[in-house]
């Protein structure tokens, strides 16, 4: 009973977490990207607002890379549940930055808006503890995608009410700020119920040297150990495929389909229906049967092929019909090859060994946009190519990797 209680806290918190997040997603490319926000004034081209866009959008994944393995290691020194409240402080004072950047029309406060939030997101981090905390190994698949539920239902609703929240046609007084503001109310109801009910799940505390380049240590260390070396270059180089995914089908939506933000915040929402299904109905009971490796081999190519086919539809109604292949494949590839890594992680090294695994993913995300933004205002489908084609290349890299645990 106290196990199940405990498993619901965590999702009640990541999927407060992740509505707050999906709040935000429909109102970025919109917000610089179109010639209404005020951000730019209209004569500014495509280019300059597209490698803005992907400037904004890096500064949040580079803060994370530096302080996901912090957060991760000082949660294995200090407990979750501190860790888990000092990040949701830290993320409403960023939510409110971002809001009067949006207010004053300020490029500056809105950078400094997302570099905040980057810094304090271990909340994912410290959930992913958390369950490896309270999990035995085959569970932890089955768990993991009790997380990846709650993100799919973060992204069902806030993406949809983001958006039209967003919407002056649905109420005069909404605007881009009236997202943020409902994001920061729901952060500081997360904050009260972890204070009341999140629990401590650490049994041994680590204590160790904590400095701000451990998340540089830990790529290093990453790469550098035979025995993960290769799982490691999996999981970085499908997320960066992903990642072009991610950052830049906004741009797509917004130039090719003509998407303001409550079509972004329906589209997003129908991809966060899709996941949770897939969690709820599909991961979960498949992975009571397969082992978490067995769940990557085959969804990694489908992964590659859905992402693909997304250069092919002239109309907006077709993409409804790729996005519930992508939201299946990516979100078990991504909790398997998670559940895969944690597995190779001893009890006490739970935060650490998840943090260099999220710090290597924050990386990846890092890097489409900092060189992707110029490349895309000139050719629009380069991310459908790249994530495509680097999502293959992970599962090509995983198949060694498969084989050699097919025989243990």
Same mark, same amino acid.
């Given at each position: 009973?106290?196990?199940?209680?405990?498993?619901f806290?965590?999702?009640?918190?990541?999927?407060?977490?992740?509505?707050?997040?999906?709040?935000?997603i429909?109102?970025?490319a919109p917000?610089?990207?179109?010639?209404?926000?005020?951000?730019?004034s209209?004569?500014?081209?495509?280019?300059?607002?597209?490698i803005?866009?992907?400037?904004?959008m890096?500064?949040?994944?580079?803060?994370?890379?530096?302080?996901?393995p912090?957060?991760?290691?000082?949660s294995?020194?200090?407990?979750?549940?501190?860790?888990?409240?000092?990040?949701?402080?830290?993320?409403?004072?960023?939510?409110?930055?971002?809001t009067?950047?949006?207010?004053?029309?300020?490029?500056?406060?809105?950078?400094?808006?997302?570099?905040?939030p980057g810094?304090?997101?271990?909340?994912?981090?410290?959930?992913?503890?958390?369950?490896?905390d309270?999990?035995t190994?085959?569970?932890?698949?089955?768990?993991?995608?009790?997380?990846?539920?709650?993100?799919?239902?973060?992204?069902?609703?806030?993406?949809?009410i983001?958006?039209?929240l967003?919407?002056?046609n649905?109420?005069?007084?909404?605007s881009?700020?009236?997202?943020?503001?409902?994001?920061?109310?729901?952060?500081?109801?997360?904050?009260?119920?972890?204070?009341?009910?999140?629990?401590?799940? $650490?049994?041994?505390?680590?204590? +160790?040297? /904590?400095?701000?380049?451990?998340? %540089?240590?830990? !790529?290093?260390? #990453?790469? =550098? @150990?035979?025995?993960?070396?290769?799982?490691?270059?999996?999981?970085?180089?499908?997320?960066?495929?992903?990642a072009f995914?991610?950052?830049?089908?906004?741009?797509?939506?917004?130039?090719?389909?003509n998407?303001?933000?409550?079509?972004?915040g329906?589209?997003?929402?129908?991809m966060?229906?899709?996941?949770?299904?897939?969690?709820?109905?599909?991961?979960?009971?498949?992975?009571?049967r397969?082992?978490?490796?067995?769940?990557?081999?085959?969804?990694l190519?489908?992964?590659?092929?859905?992402?693909? $086919?997304?250069?092919?539809?002239? +109309?907006? /109604?077709?993409?409804?019909?790729? %996005?519930?292949? !992508?939201?299946? #494949?990516? =979100? @078990?590839?991504?909790?398997?090859?998670?559940?895969?890594?944690?597995?190779?992680a001893?009890e006490?090294?739970?935060?650490e060994?998840?943090?260099?695994?999220?710090?290597?993913?924050?990386?990846?995300?890092?890097?489409?946009?900092?060189f992707?933004?110029?490349?895309?205002?000139?050719?629009?489908?380069?991310?459908?190519?790249?994530?495509?084609?680097?999502?293959?290349?992970a599962?090509?890299?995983?198949?060694?990797?498969?084989?050699?645990?097919?025989?243990k």
């Open positions: 009973m106290k196990k199940s209680k405990t498993l806290t965590i999702f009640i918190t990541v999927f407060l977490d992740l509505l707050g997040v999906g709040l935000i429909p109102i970025l917000l610089l990207l179109g010639k209404n926000s005020g951000i730019f209209e004569t500014t081209s495509l280019t300059t607002r597209t803005v866009f992907g400037l904004l890096a500064t949040y994944s580079i803060s994370q890379f530096f302080s996901s912090i957060l991760g290691s000082l294995d020194k200090y407990g979750r549940r501190k860790l888990m409240i000092f990040s949701l402080i830290v993320t409403i004072f960023g939510y409110l930055i971002f009067l950047g949006i207010h004053y029309k300020s490029l500056i406060l809105l950078f400094i808006g997302r570099i905040i810094l304090s997101s271990g909340n994912i981090t410290i959930a992913y503890s958390s369950l490896a309270v999990s190994p085959a569970e932890k698949t089955k768990n993991f995608g009790l997380v990846g539920m709650a993100f799919g239902l973060g992204f069902v609703i806030g993406p949809f983001g958006g039209h967003a919407n002056d649905v109420f005069h007084l909404f881009f700020e009236t997202p943020f503001v409902f994001a920061i109310i729901l952060s500081l109801l997360n904050l009260y119920l972890v204070y009341r009910n999140f629990p401590e799940t $650490l049994k041994e505390r680590k204590d +160790e040297q /904590i400095t701000i380049l451990k998340g %540089i240590k830990n !790529i290093i260390l #990453a790469f =550098s @150990s035979k025995r993960t070396r290769r799982l490691n270059f999996v999981i970085f180089i499908n997320t960066l495929g992903f995914f991610t950052q830049f089908f906004l741009v797509i939506l917004v130039e090719k389909f998407f303001r933000q409550e079509n972004i329906s589209l997003y929402g129908f966060g229906l899709c996941v949770a299904l897939s969690q709820g109905l599909i991961i979960r009971p498949l992975s009571k397969l082992r978490p490796e067995k769940i990557a081999i085959f969804t190519p489908l992964l590659s092929i859905s992402l693909f $086919l997304l250069y092919f539809p002239k +109309e907006a /109604i077709l993409l409804y019909l790729i %996005i519930p292949f !992508i939201a299946f #494949a990516q =979100s @078990s590839s991504n909790l398997s090859l998670t559940a895969t890594s944690s597995n190779l001893k006490n090294e739970q935060g060994k998840l943090g260099v695994t999220l710090s290597m993913n924050f990386l990846a995300q890092s890097l489409p946009p900092l992707g933004g110029a490349i895309v205002a000139k050719f629009i489908y380069f991310p459908v190519y790249a994530a495509s084609t680097l999502v293959f290349l599962w090509l890299l995983f198949i060694p990797f498969f084989i050699r645990n097919l025989k």
